[in-house]
């Protein structure tokens, strides 16, 4: 089927981006570039939010991350698409991270999940990617590469967790995901509107592509704080999140507001194995909206963030919307 009869929304995505490179030839690298390394760790759970009903559906993530310092004159400023387009000078780093995500159904202690349940899936992944930016623009491309199933090892990480917190162990693990090498591709711009000097708006697009997640997102990130230029937004540990690291030693405090409305052609972690493996019959909810709150502190090449994160059911038997947090402790040096 024709996507744009199936998803009438990819019409106006032309236009969208037309409008964005027109706003682009008005943005100039006119600060300069950060010299430091960043290490970012990043940790997702829903029990961050809600210590009483925990492990449900994405039910836990962490990521590392090193940021190398940013080059303004290097072959990495060409790995872009709007910006190289416009001939726009940019200023560019590169980062490579590690993660592993853990999804867990509704129900944990039966050793069959229900059909109509979420499956239990695990992934490990190598992140890397180009990050291209001027005083008011990014653009992000990566390539995410791992694997789903046994060898993600998510079973023992949630079982080491919960010996170490006293919880109990959840029966279903036998009938994860089976083992599947990950390749996906991501694409990320971002403008950031300055209101004024406290208050800024950062509308947002990605685009997905692989065997993992295929779907593209819009959205947008409302600030409201002190040092709101020193970088582009809270993010959480999924590898196909949206912000940014610091890139100023500013001191920056702000709350972050924020919605996105994703429109999914692909979830192996709800939809099973490629090819063979484990299926689902799930009925997906292709468009699927999130909110997201949280604040940040960060002084002298050190943060501290917390974001909280509310998705609409992913599918149509899912029990309830989800919500998780996401603590993240950023190091430049």
């Known amino acids: 089927m024709n ?8 019409c ?17 690298a006119n600060d300069i570039a950060y010299n430091k390394f960043s290490l970012s760790l990043y940790t997702d759970n829903d029990a961050y939010f809600s210590p009483r009903d925990f492990d449900r559906y994405y039910s836990a993530g962490h990521s590392l991350y090193f940021t190398s310092v940013e080059y303004d004159n290097s072959f990495i400023n060409d790995i872009s698409i709007i910006q190289r387009a416009m001939k726009i000078p940019t200023i560019s780093r590169f980062y490579i991270g590690i993660g592993q995500e853990i999804y867990t159904p509704s129900e944990k202690f039966t050793y069959i999940p229900p059909k109509d349940d979420a499956l239990y899936a695990g992934f490990l992944y190598l992140n890397g990617g180009i990050q291209n930016r001027s005083s008011n623009f990014m653009e992000q491309i990566s390539l995410n590469i791992g694997i789903v199933g046994p060898a993600s090892l998510a079973r023992e990480a949630q079982d080491l967790i919960h010996s170490i917190t006293n919880n109990g162990y959840y029966n279903g693990w036998n009938t994860q995901i089976r083992n599947e090498i990950i390749f996906n591709l991501y694409y990320k711009s971002m403008y950031r509107f300055p209101i004024n000097e406290y208050f800024d708006i950062l509308p947002y697009g990605i685009a997905a592509l692989g065997n993992a997640h295929t779907y593209i997102e819009i959205g947008a990130k409302f600030r409201a704080g002190y040092g709101l230029d020193g970088d582009f937004g809270l ?4 590898v196909d999140s949206i912000g940014s690291v610091s890139h100023s030693d500013n001191m ?4 972050q507001f924020g919605f996105s409305e994703r429109f ?3 979830n192996i972690f709800l939809q099973g194995n ?5 299926q689902s019959d799930l009925d997906l909810n292709r468009a699927i909206y999130g909110i997201e709150l949280g604040a940040v502190f960060a002084w002298r090449g050190y943060a501290l963030s917390y974001l909280y994160s509310y998705k609409r059911r992913e599918f149509v038997t899912q029990l309830a919307n989800h919500s998780y947090a996401t603590i993240r402790l950023e190091v430049s040096f």
Request: aromatic share 18%; glycine share 8%.
């Open 252 to 255: 920056r405090a702000y709350f």
């Open 235 to 238: 993010q959480t540990a999924q």
């Open 274 to 278: 490629t090819i063979g493996g484990v």
């Open 3 to 10: 996507l744009l009869v199936r998803f009438p929304f990819l």
């Open 264 to 266: 999914v052609l692909r």
């Open 12 to 28: 106006g995505l032309r236009s969208v981006f037309i409008a964005l490179s027109l706003i682009v030839c008005f943005t100039y």
